[in-house]
């Protein structure tokens, strides 16, 4: 089983959610159990398990107890985010004899019993701009996995690696680490590699279903299944709200879409809503957050919609400060200037104030 940045303690923004947090952990946890229950020899965690050096002693307790019920080998490489030092956690941490974290530059570990051989090495520090892959050397008589956090491309902070480095390193399979959206199984050479992701989203910049890879690897083969394990999905959505007449029915049209796209188990995942169309209802998007809240598990709303033209031409015919914010808008768009969301702004200003969202 294939396993990279879980970020177990990350803080911030969305991760602020103290439900979220105790998730990510319950994630993993889920993953080990997993992985024990399919009956995987290896549990390859390719960096960045943890967010930080913070954690506290009971939840590094708890993923030693889990590890300690995997039959399987444990392998760790450290990454960017949980590098490997001497005054870290990592060399005061209990693990069970079945793990084994990297800690140098390059290490390998044999297991004969499985004709197998594991390549790996730690972050030492934020980054790493040597390329770990260089100086492996593969036996041809055993089966050559390298659990590596790094980077696809060329003048990376963090383990640049490139195709050629991977073709040359003549490993059977590559687990990567660091880039937290998956890939397909890929093959340079006769080297298959992967990026599995992250396997619970922490933001909306991870997006969509989130798990782990777990298949078979021999000489000249990598049959690898992608495992969807994410409990919540972070999902954003644009929803089109020109036929609502007031707030209640913005919220029943954002709310029918989520139930009939993704039913009731959408009700626990977080969104970002990005509303859309034409309409002349005077709304606040926190109002609307709260409302959806009411029914879901978290909701972020962006109002990205337009003034009806209609409307706008009638409120131009006003004979009040309105009328002449709307006229004077008019006139700028017609010179070319893109005058939506001061337009915007500005007739929620006048119905009920000016809110402005943090980003």
């Given at each position: ?11 911030g923004g ?8 105790k998730?990510?952990l319950?994630t993993?946890l889920?993953?080990v ?7 995987a ?14 954690i506290?002693?009971d939840i ?6 889990a ?15 949980d ?13 069970p ?8 530059g390059?290490e390998v ?9 594991i390549?790996?090495g ?13 100086g492996i050397?593969?036996?041809d008589?055993t ?13 990376s902070?963090?383990?640049?690696i490139?195709?050629e ?21 890929l ?6 590699y ?25 000489k ?11 409990r919540?999905r972070f ?16 919220t ?10 993704y039913?009731?188990d959408?009700a626990e995942w977080?969104?970002?809503i990005?509303?859309t ?6 709304f606040?998007?926190s109002?609307?957050s ?8 978290f ?5 990205k ?12 015919e ?30 929620c200003?006048?119905s ?5 969202d943090?980003?």
């Open positions: 089983m294939h396993c990279a940045d879980v970020h177990i303690g990350a803080q969305v991760r602020k959610n103290a439900k979220l947090k998730e990510v319950g993993f889920r993953v159990s997993l992985a024990q229950e399919k009956g020899d290896l549990l390859l965690i390719a960096g960045d398990l943890f967010d930080c050096h913070n506290s002693g590094l307790e708890e993923i030693a107890k590890f300690s019920a995997f039959s399987g080998r444990v392998f760790i490489s450290p990454g960017n985010h590098f490997w030092g001497e005054n870290t956690f990592w060399t005061s941490w209990e693990l004899e079945n793990v084994t974290v990297f800690k140098s390059r570990v044999s297991i004969p019993e499985l004709s197998v051989k390549f790996g730690a972050f030492e520090g934020v980054y790493r701009e040597d390329n770990i892959l260089k050397s593969a036996d008589s089966i050559n996995i390298a659990v590596v956090h790094g980077d696809l491309g060329a003048g902070p963090y383990s640049p490139n195709a480095d991977i073709r040359n390193s003549k490993m059977d399979y590559i687990a990567l680490g660091h880039i937290h959206k998956r890939t397909e199984i093959k340079e050479g006769n080297t298959f992967a990026y599995c992701g992250c396997p619970q989203g922490q933001g909306f910049d991870e997006t969509g279903e989130k798990g782990v890879y777990f298949g078979t690897i021999g000249g083969k990598a049959e690898m299944e992608f495992i969807p394990v994410c919540r999902i954003e959505e644009s929803v089109d709200i020109s036929s609502a007449k007031n707030k209640r029915e913005i029943e049209i954002v709310l029918n879409y989520i139930k009939e796209k039913g009731e959408g977080f969104y970002k990005n509303l169309g034409e309409t002349d209802v005077a606040s998007t109002e609307i709260a409302s959806l809240e009411e029914e879901i598990n909701a972020k709303v962006k109002n919609t337009k003034a009806p033209r209609k409307a706008l031409s009638a409120l131009a006003e004979n009040s400060v309105r009328g002449i914010f709307v006229r004077k808008m008019l006139e700028r768009e017609a010179k070319g200037e893109n005058i939506s969301e001061a337009l915007k702004i500005g007739l200003a006048f009920e104030g000016v809110t402005f943090e980003d």
